[in-house]
């Protein structure tokens, strides 16, 4: 009897795990088995953070200022954040169902002729055993959709920044090539 609790222990602890993603090599030799790329393809930069200081290398307070107003107002922006919030809360509900739930319903209501009348009450508990693994892979999804918005959502912080820092550094040089210009009028 030990011996039988133990195999249904075991079988349903492995049936509660989640099988890993494959990896990008695996994907490549899977879904591109007769095709070599060739290595000027390849991108050769490796993955990381996105480095958020390279604005302050350039110290400059108006442009500073100026890519702070641009995020401030930009409603894409606004937009991409609420999605990522949005993407936060998926990933709560999805481990939400994971737990237990519990339940208390109730009716009741006032008498005429005075005084409260309770007349219904219930409490109910409930927990979904996840032995396929249905809803652990869709809390692993939702983590990798918030993950994704968040990488979006910096991205647009990222462009935008790069996108105004250009502008103002086209902008620069127009007005410094103006008073050359005005210069070489006087001359």
């Not at 195999?7 to 494959?22: D, E, F, Q, R, Y």
């Not at 737990?99 to 009450?121: E, H, K």
């Not at 508990?125 to 396929?132: G, I, R």
Request: charged share 20%; aromatic share 8%; glycine share 8%.
């Amino acid at each position: 009897m030990k011996w039988m609790l133990g195999v249904l222990s075991a079988a349903l602890l492995i049936g509660c795990a989640t099988k890993a993603p494959p990896t990008p090599e695996q994907v490549r030799q899977e879904a591109m088995k007769n095709i070599a790329l060739p290595g000027a393809w390849k991108a050769g930069a490796d993955a990381g953070p996105i480095a958020d200081n390279w604005l302050a290398a350039l110290g400059d307070p108006q442009l500073d200022a100026l890519i702070a107003e641009a995020m401030t107002n930009n409603p894409e922006l606004r937009v991409t954040a609420v999605r990522v919030a949005q993407s936060a809360q998926y990933v709560e509900l999805a481990k939400a169902a994971l737990r237990p739930s519990v339940n208390l319903l109730g009716t009741g209501g006032i008498n005429m002729g005075g005084g409260d009348a309770l007349q219904f009450i219930s409490l109910g508990v409930s927990w979904e055993a996840d032995l396929w693994g249905r809803m652990r892979y869709s809390r692993n999804a939702y983590q990798e959709s918030y993950a994704s918005a968040q990488a979006d959502f910096e991205f647009g912080r990222q462009s935008l920044a790069a996108s105004v820092a250009k502008g103002w550094f086209t902008a620069s040089e127009t007005w410094l090539q103006l008073k050359i210009a005005e210069d070489m009028v006087k001359a």
